[in-house]
């Protein structure tokens, strides 16, 4: 059993619209972490977090502590949105992470 | 600062072989990890190290072994390459003070024949 599961696996969407992405995890955490993979491979962080809220740009990433939930939120979509999303729990020193979610954005 | 970076991109080695994938930071971080991913399958951590001088396993570390060279430089190892660990290895570093922000390097894709 994976620590942290993501939903949905694929996803695709018209350009334009309001995605959302689900983590949950069963371990406890310090932190959340979301990646993303670009086609060619390279990962970058978009957020870490351990309570509450975080925006940048038209991402928005939220936590539930208590419900062991987060979610990535990206509005106004768009095909260079389309990558691979991962998120990672922090658990001490390391983290567990999910296997990922693939958006398409088609214009 | 060029970040994380890792040498080779690109390796074929054949069953039996050994080879070192090379992984260097220069943001003074105290943490670094050694993944690989799989498809299907989220990346798992082979190795860490939460300072200079020490390492530790993490959840596939068979057939595997690290050196910390010093705060910058953390290399992994492969002594008997095995089809098995055909993979795209990635090395990451942690930033402590800014929310455990990892950041990772352009990756390795090795094939065992």
Redesign the interface.
Do not use: I, K
């Given at each position: 059993k994976n620590e942290v599961e993501q939903s949905p696996q694929n996803l695709t969407a018209q350009e334009g619209e309001f995605i959302t992405i689900n983590c949950s995890y069963s371990v406890g955490i310090s932190a959340l972490h979301w990646l993303q993979q670009h086609p060619g491979g390279g990962i970058v962080s978009l957020f870490m977090l351990s309570s509450g809220k975080k925006k940048h740009g038209r991402l928005i990433a939220t936590i539930n502590i208590q419900e062991k939930h987060s979610s990535l939120h990206i509005t106004a979509s768009h095909p260079r949105d389309s990558a691979v999303y991962i998120c990672a729990a922090l658990t001490g020193n390391q983290f567990y992470f999910g296997t990922g979610t693939s958006l398409t954005v088609i214009p | 600062n060029a970040g994380v970076t890792q040498t080779p991109k690109f390796q074929v080695l054949k069953t039996g072989q050994s080879m070192t994938l090379q992984c260097a930071q220069d943001m003074n971080h105290n943490?670094m990890?050694w993944?690989r991913q799989d498809p299907?399958?989220?990346?798992?951590?082979i190795y860490?190290s939460?300072s200079e001088g020490t390492t530790?396993k993490?959840e596939v570390p068979n057939g595997y072994n690290v050196s910390r060279l010093n705060k910058r430089e953390f290399s992994l190892r492969l002594e008997s390459a095995a089809p098995s660990q055909t993979s795209?290895y990635?090395c990451a570093s942690l930033l402590e003070l800014?929310?455990?922000?990892?950041?990772?390097g352009?990756?390795t894709?090795l094939t065992v024949l």
């Open positions: - | 943490s990890y993944y299907g399958m989220g990346l798992r951590l860490y939460a530790d993490g795209v990635f800014a929310g455990n922000e990892q950041f990772f352009p990756g894709r």
